[in-house]
């Protein structure tokens, strides 16, 4: 079974720096997907980047960019010039390639802190 | 609608009581799903709904928890006997398909709380 791992509880950074939440996974599978969810306390989960497996270009949204290593299994991502709106709970995901676009496997997720 | 609502936002309920908690997906989305959030931790599928049928059940937890999606479009979730340990916070999110590129909208979940 895949599995994703969140090594980092709870994250903090200033206001307008850079701060990175990491992510590994386990899986035997060549061709998937992974994401980055932000859940802020209204609790609507909210996709913020998306990379597909088969593409060696990092995903990039505005401030959000990640790191993916497939050899190493690591999915990072980097959150440049933080904002206060960017204080959540981040969770990363993943999903089979033929799977059914609810069906994700998630970790525990990461509280992030921005300080003013 | 304009979203993904769901009610009510918070439920308190006694052990042994049934619950049930709605979902009302954005309009002419035809794929709907639960999910189970439990305390420090992420999303737990339950249940895929494609239109009114259920082709995917595989997460509900047991036979305590049904569901059903009426009209192609509300979908209620019920716990039945509620126990402590259903204490989660229970999202609900819908596609426009269940395509393996469709993005998932997601309401703000019911807060459960089982004394």
């Known amino acids: 079974a895949q599995t994703v791992t969140q090594s980092q509880p709870e994250m903090s950074v200033q206001e307008a720096e850079t701060v990175t939440l990491s992510c590994t996974y386990d899986t035997s599978e060549s061709d998937y997907y992974l994401f980055w969810y932000k859940q802020p306390p209204s609790r609507q989960m909210i996709l913020v980047i998306r990379?597909?497996?088969?593409?060696?270009q990092n995903a990039t949204e505005n401030r959000f960019s990640v790191n993916f290593q497939k050899a190493a299994k690591s999915f990072s991502l980097k959150i440049s010039d933080s904002q206060l709106g960017d204080a959540a709970m981040y969770f990363c995901?993943?999903?089979?390639?033929?799977?059914?676009?609810?069906?994700?496997?998630f970790g525990d997720g990461t509280t992030l802190t921005v300080k003013p | 609608g304009a979203g993904v609502s769901q009610s009510p936002s918070n439920k308190v309920t006694e052990k042994g009581k049934d619950v049930e908690l709605r979902c009302d997906p954005i309009s002419g989305h035809t794929a709907l799903y639960w999910y189970r959030q439990s305390l420090g931790q992420g999303l737990e599928f339950l249940i895929y709904?494609?239109?009114?049928?259920?082709?995917?059940k595989s997460g509900l937890p047991s036979d305590r928890f049904s569901a059903e999606r009426t009209g192609g479009s509300v979908s209620t979730l019920t716990i039945q006997r509620t126990q402590q340990e259903d204490s989660a916070v229970y999202l609900c999110?819908?596609?426009?398909?269940?395509?393996?590129?469709?993005?998932?909208?997601f309401g703000s979940g019911t807060q459960l709380s089982v004394l």
């Open positions: 995901a993943y999903r089979k390639y033929n799977t059914n676009a609810g069906k994700s496997t």
């Open positions: 990379q597909e497996a088969y593409k060696q």
């Open positions: 999110a819908s596609s426009l398909d269940p395509g393996r590129n469709e993005k998932l909208f």
């Open positions: 709904f494609q239109g009114n049928s259920a082709p995917d």
